[in-house]
Structures are given as C-alpha cells and as structure tokens.
Antibody, heavy 116, light 110 residues
C-alpha cells in the first residue's frame, strides 16, 4: 500500500521560497499523477498542481508564475517550490497520488506558516 | 469563491440518511467525472467516491454518488457519529485546465 509523507520547514519568511518534499513508500513513483494540495486555515481545499510520472506538469493558473513541481524517481520523491510567498500562502500542504482528476492517496499534511 | 458550490453545512440524526449537493457547470461537472472526499480535521482527506459513483476498496456501501447534468450528489445512509467530517466534491475543469474543489460541507450527526 502506497504511503506518502511530506517534509519541510514549518515556517517561511515573506518573500522567500517555500520548499516541500513528499516521499513515496510502498509503491512505484514511476506511474500515476503526483499532487500538491493545500488548505488555508478555516478554508477549503485548493489544488496547487501535479506532475505526471513522465515528468509533465499542470499547475493552478493562479499560482503558476511562482510554482515548480519536480520529480526524483531515484529517491521516490517529488517536490514543491513556491516562490515569493506571502501570508496568504499559510496553509496545511498535502501531497497526494491519483489520476488526472482525483487523489486516491493522501499524505498527513504539513503546516507551513508564512511569517517574519 | 469556489468553482463548485456546496452547502456549508448539513445535519441529520444517527441512523438517518443525508445528501450533499455539488453544483458546477458544463466545463467541470457537466463533462467530467466527480469525486468526493471525507476530511476529518487533523487527518488526511480520504477518497470516498470517484468517477461519479464508484467506491474505492474499503469504502462501505453506505456512501454513494450520483451525477445529473452539472450537479452531483453524495449520499450517506445509516449515519454514524464517526461520519462527522467535512466533505468535498472535486473534478477537472476543462476551461480552467485545473482540478477544482467545492468549498466543503460540514456534516453534523446530531
């Protein structure tokens, strides 16, 4: 059974870059779509983007200019980089696995706070 | 403002049935599959329904999904206190070229 675990700093300063990594265990990273989704405090789920197993990406248009998602198959990891962060980027960040339109496996989430 | 519209909250008594609606448009629900997720605070969301009405392995048949036109519905029968959670619909939006979610519905089992 595939399991996902997010890792990264819990605090990022405004204007800096938020970086998170998701480690995949119990299955192959060489298939499926690999997601990043976030939930700001008190709000709903927001799709950030995903990377296909072949390396192609789709990003949320509202975040596209600041966003990079990458895949490292040798480490069974995929990563998120979000630049020029503001307080509005404070959220629980989830990684996930699924198909192009759904997430069937989720990580536990990593709270990231943007504050000086 | 979410692309998909859900009621903020629903409630029902234990053992009863509840439905949660999700309204969209032709660019999302109308021409794409709908999924439903259960999210208990502090835990990972769980996929309940995919492809409008299919249940992943391990999801009890108390949970069901349906779609008609540009709207979808999640049904839960035999409500249990453990069903208290936030429920989200999601789908692909062909115009936005993005995965979109509803704003979430908080289910209270009275």
């Amino acid at each position: 059974q595939v399991q996902l675990q997010e890792s990264g700093p819990g605090l990022v300063k405004p204007a800096e870059t938020l970086s998170l990594t998701c480690t995949v265990s119990g299955g192959s990273i060489s298939s499926s779509y690999w997601y990043w989704i976030r939930q700001p405090p008190g709000k709903g789920l927001e799709w950030i983007g995903y990377i296909y197993f072949r390396g192609g990406t789709d990003y949320n248009p509202s975040l596209k200019s600041r966003l990079t998602i990458s895949l490292d198959t040798s480490k069974s990891q995929f990563s998120l980089r979000l630049s020029s962060v503001t307080a509005a980027d404070t959220a629980v960040y989830y990684c996930g696995r699924g198909d192009y339109d759904r997430v069937d496996t989720w990580g536990q989430g990593n709270l990231v706070t943007v504050s000086s | 403002q979410s692309v998909l519209t859900q009621p903020p909250s629903v409630s029902a008594a234990p053992g009863q049935k509840v439905t949660i609606s999700c309204s969209g448009s032709s660019s999302n629900i109308g021409n794409n599959y709908v999924s439903w997720y259960q999210h208990l605070p502090g835990t990972a969301p769980k996929l309940l329904i995919y492809d409008n009405n299919k249940r992943p392995s391990g999801i009890p048949d108390r949970f069901s999904g349906s779609k008609s036109g540009t709207s979808a519905t999640l049904g839960i029968t035999g409500l249990q206190t453990g069903d208290e959670a936030d429920y989200y619909c999601g789908t692909w939006d062909s115009r936005l070229t993005a995965v979109v979610f509803g704003g979430g519905t908080k289910l209270t089992v009275l």
